[in-house]
T-cell receptor, first 114, second 107 residues
Framework: SQTIHQWPATLVQPVGSPLSLECTVE??????LYWYRQAAGRGLQLLFY??????ISSEVPQNLSASRPQDRQFILSSKKLLLSDSGFYLC?????????????FGEGSRLTVL | GQSLEQPSEVTAVEGAIVQINCTYQ??????LSWYQQHDGGAPTFLSY????GLEETGRFSSFLSRSDSYGYLLLQELQMKDSASYFC????????FGQGTTLQVKP
């Protein structure tokens, strides 16, 4: 069966510090991978999605970046965090083409920037 | 731009039926998904409509009308555990989410 893991689950970072969130998927090949962010009480904002290694689309211009060093690994990074980067970050995967409309989400990473 | 509109809050009593509406304005629309999210947790998939009509999965049903750019999620025989946020999401090659509807089920 397929599983998705992301870490860390919780982190508190000062403004201006770097960020690295990692996500790995097991049990499937060539998944589409996604990073979403959710502010408190709000919807999910798509940040990045990837249909393959070195194929990453950025949805929202900001101080975040994403990389996909391996087929089933997706990393979200920032060189300098802003207060507005606080939120609940969710990694997800889908089958290629997203034909079933189904995303499988990781447990989430809750980031607080102080 | 691309947007999905759904009510922010809905309240119902245990055992009742509730309908959560969603209207969308997107380009390249392929279908409408619904997700449930409990406080502090990750969203979980409920249903997907690619074609017009009603899809039924147990107590939950979802409907889509492409001509009206409209869909809804119908929850029957409400239980306390159904208290959660519900999101519609448009598949456009990626998945664009609405702002969510908080459902509160009361005894």
């Amino acid at each position: 069966s397929q599983t998705i893991h992301q870490w860390p689950a919780t982190l508190v970072q000062p403004v201006g510090s770097p960020l690295s969130l990692e996500c790995t998927v097991e049990g499937t090949s060539n998944p589409n991978l996604y990073w979403y962010r959710q502010a408190a009480g709000r919807g999910l904002q798509l940040l990045f999605y990837s249909i393959g290694i070195d194929q990453i689309s950025s949805e929202v211009p900001q101080n975040l970046s994403a990389s996909r060093p391996q087929d089933r690994q997706f990393i979200l990074s920032s060189k300098k965090l802003l207060l507005s980067d606080s939120g609940f970050y969710l990694c997800a995967w889908s089958t290629p083409g997203l034909n079933t409309g189904e995303l499988f989400f990781g447990e989430g990473s809750r980031l607080t920037v102080l | 731009g691309q947007s999905l509109e759904q009510p922010s809050e809905v309240t119902a009593v245990e055992g009742a039926i509730v309908q959560i509406n969603c209207t969308y304005q997107t380009s390249g629309f392929y279908g409408l998904s619904w997700y449930q999210q409990h406080d502090g947790g990750a969203p979980t998939f409920l249903s997907y409509n690619a074609l017009d009509g009603l899809e039924e999965t147990g107590r939950f049903s979802s409907f889509l009308s492409r001509s009206d750019s409209y869909g809804y999620l119908l929850l029957q025989e409400l239980q306390m555990k159904d208290s959660a946020s519900y999101f519609c999401a448009a598949r456009t090659g990626k998945l664009i989410f609405g702002q969510g509807t908080t459902l509160q089920v009361k005894p």
